[in-house]
C-alpha cells in the first residue's frame, strides 16, 4: 500500500506533518481528516517499493521517460508564461472542469490548442505528471516559474474540497482583475513615457545639429554672448563637441574628451543595474520598498494597489478554503512589498497565538483605519473573505482614480517643463542675433 507524506493544520492553528498509508491520495485526505486535521498538502512518498507501490509497478522505459521529461521542463526560462495567458488558461480549464471532462482530457485538449512556447511545454510535462498518479497541485509545483505558490495552494484547496472547478474560476476571475489593474497602471505610464522620449530626442537633435551653426554665426560677427547663451553654447559643445571634432570640425581648448551623449546614455543604464543590485539584498530590498510608500505622488498609488493586491489575494485564498495561517503566510510572500509583507507576518504571528488579524496591521500603519476597520469587522461577524474581496473592490476603484489624477497632474508639468526648455533655447541664441542686428542697422545709418 503506498505511503502518503502530508502537511496539515490542527484545530489550534498550528501546523503539522506526517506520514499515512492508503490507497489512493482521496483515501488518505479523509483518513487525515478524520483525524481532526486539514490537509493543506498530500503527496505520495517516491521509492517506497512494496505491494502496490507505483514506483514497483512501473516500466523501466516509463520511468526514465518521465526523468527525461522532468530534465527537459526544468530549464531554466522554460517555465516563463505570462500572466495573461495563465489568466486565459485557467479560465479555459475551468470551464473543461465545470463541463464534466475528466483532469487530464481537459489539460490534452488545452494543450493541443496551444502553439509552441513555454505553456505547451509546461502542459506536457504536466499531462506525463497527472497520467502518473500525481495530483494537479503536486503536478504545477513543478514549473514554479509558471504557477507560483499562491496559485499552486489555491489549486490544492480546490482538489481536497472537490471543488476544482470553481476554485478554478475564483483564481481566473482573480487574475484577470489583477492583470487588468497592472494594464491600466502600466497604460497611464505609456503617454508621458513616450512624450518624455520624443521631445528628448528633439532637444539632443537641437543641441547637436542646430545650435552649433548659431556658434558659426556669432563668430564671424564677433557678437556680445550673454550668459544664457553661453551656457547654452557650453551645452552643445559638451554634448557633441567630440563627435563634431571627429566629423572634421576644429577643436578648441574647451571641446571635451568625452561626449555628454555618452554619459546620458550610459548613466540611465547603471542606475537600473546598480537599482537591481541592490534590490537583491535584503537591506536594499527593504529600504526601497520604504521609499516607494513615501515617495510623493507615486507612494499613495503604490501603497492603494498593494492593498488592493493582498486583500484580494488573501480573501481568495480564504474563500478557496485555504486554512487561514497557510493563507496569509502565501500572501505575505507573494504581496510584492516588504512593508507589507513583514505586517503580514507580524498578523500571521497573532492569529498563531490566538489574536486577531487587524491588530497588527493597525500597529503598523501600513493601511488605512478603514481597511482594519472592515477587516475587524470581517473577524467578528465570520465574513472576512467577503469583507476583504469589499475591500479589494474598492481599493480597485481608487487606484482607476490616483492614476487618472496622476496622469492630470503629469500633463501640465510636462507641458511646462519642455515648454521652458524649448523656450529657454529659442531666447537664448536670439539675444545676440538681436545684438548683431541692431549693429548691423547702426553701422548702415553711419
Not at 54 to 66: E, I, R
Not at 101 to 107: D, F, M, N, Q
Not at 150 to 170: H, S, T
Not at 204 to 213: A, L, Q, R, W, Y
Amino acid at each position: 500500500m503506498p505511503t502518503f507524506l502530508y502537511e496539515a493544520i490542527t484545530q489550534a492553528g498550528k501546523p503539522q506533518k506526517g506520514s499515512i498509508t492508503a490507497n489512493t491520495s482521496e483515501d488518505a485526505i479523509q483518513k487525515i481528516k478524520s483525524q481532526g486535521l486539514f490537509p493543506s498538502s498530500v503527496k505520495e512518498q517516491k521509492g517506497k517499493k512494496g505491494d502496490g507501490s507505483a514506483a514497483s509497478g512501473s516500466a523501466p522505459g516509463t520511468a526514465k521517460k518521465k526523468k527525461m521529461s522532468e530534465i527537459n521542463i526544468t530549464l531554466p526560462g522554460m517555465d516563463g508564461v505570462s500572466n495573461k495567458d495563465l489568466a486565459l488558461f485557467t479560465r479555459q480549464l475551468s470551464t473543461l472542469q465545470d463541463a464534466g471532462l475528466p483532469l487530464l482530457r481537459s489539460l490534452n485538449v488545452l494543450e493541443q490548442q496551444q502553439k509552441a512556447g513555454p505553456l505547451k511545454t509546461v502542459l506536457q510535462g504536466m499531462q506525463e505528471d497527472v497520467s502518473s498518479g500525481s495530483g494537479l497541485s503536486d503536478a504545477m509545483m513543478k514549473h514554479p516559474k509558471a504557477f507560483d505558490r499562491l496559485y499552486v495552494k489555491m489549486v490544492a484547496a480546490g482538489e481536497i474540497g472537490g471543488v476544482l472547478d470553481v476554485i478554478l474560476q475564483r483564481l481566473a476571475e482573480f487574475l484577470e482583475k489583477s492583470e487588468k489593474l497592472k494594464g491600466k497602471v502600466k497604460s497611464a505610464m505609456v503617454y508621458p513615457s513616450v512624450v518624455l522620449i520624443v521631445a528628448f530626442i528633439i532637444v539632443i537633435g537641437i543641441m547637436v545639429g542646430i545650435v552649433p551653426k548659431f556658434l558659426d554665426i556669432f563668430k564671424q560677427f564677433d557678437a556680445k554672448m550673454p550668459g544664457p547663451t553661453l551656457f547654452l553654447l557650453w551645452m552643445s559643445k559638451w554634448l557633441s563637441g567630440p563627435l563634431l571634432v571627429w566629423a572634421g570640425a576644429k577643436p578648441d581648448k574647451d571641446t571635451p574628451a568625452i561626449p555628454g551623449l555618452l554619459y546620458i546614455f550610459l548613466i540611465p543604464i547603471i542606475i537600473l543595474f546598480a537599482y537591481k543590485g541592490i534590490r537583491r539584498t535584503k537591506v536594499g530590498k527593504a529600504m526601497i520598498d520604504r521609499l516607494a510608500l513615501i515617495t510623493p505622488v507615486l507612494g499613495p498609488l503604490v501603497a492603494k494597489s498593494t492593498i488592493a493586491r493582498f486583500t484580494r489575494t488573501l480573501g481568495t485564498l480564504v474563500t478557496a478554503g485555504v486554512p487561514i495561517l497557510d493563507a496569509i503566510r502565501v500572501t505575505a510572500e507573494t504581496t510584492g512589498n516588504g512593508v507589507f509583507a513583514g505586517a503580514l507576518f507580524a498578523a500571521h504571528d497573532s492569529v498563531r497565538g490566538g489574536d486577531t488579524f487587524a491588530e497588527p496591521l493597525r500597529k503598523a500603519k501600513v493601511c488605512d483605519a478603514m481597511v482594519t476597520n472592515m477587516i475587524e469587522v470581517g473577524e467578528e461577524t465570520g465574513d472576512l473573505d467577503k469583507m476583504l474581496i469589499k475591500i479589494a473592490d474598492n481599493y480597485d476603484e481608487e487606484v482607476d482614480n490616483a492614476v487618472a489624477a496622476l496622469i492630470s497632474v503629469i500633463e501640465p508639468m510636462m507641458v511646462v517643463v519642455l515648454g521652458s526648455i524649448v523656450g529657454g533655447i529659442v531666447v537664448s541664441l536670439f539675444l545676440p542675433m538681436i545684438a548683431i542686428m541692431n549693429s548691423l542697422m547702426g553701422g548702415g545709418k553711419g
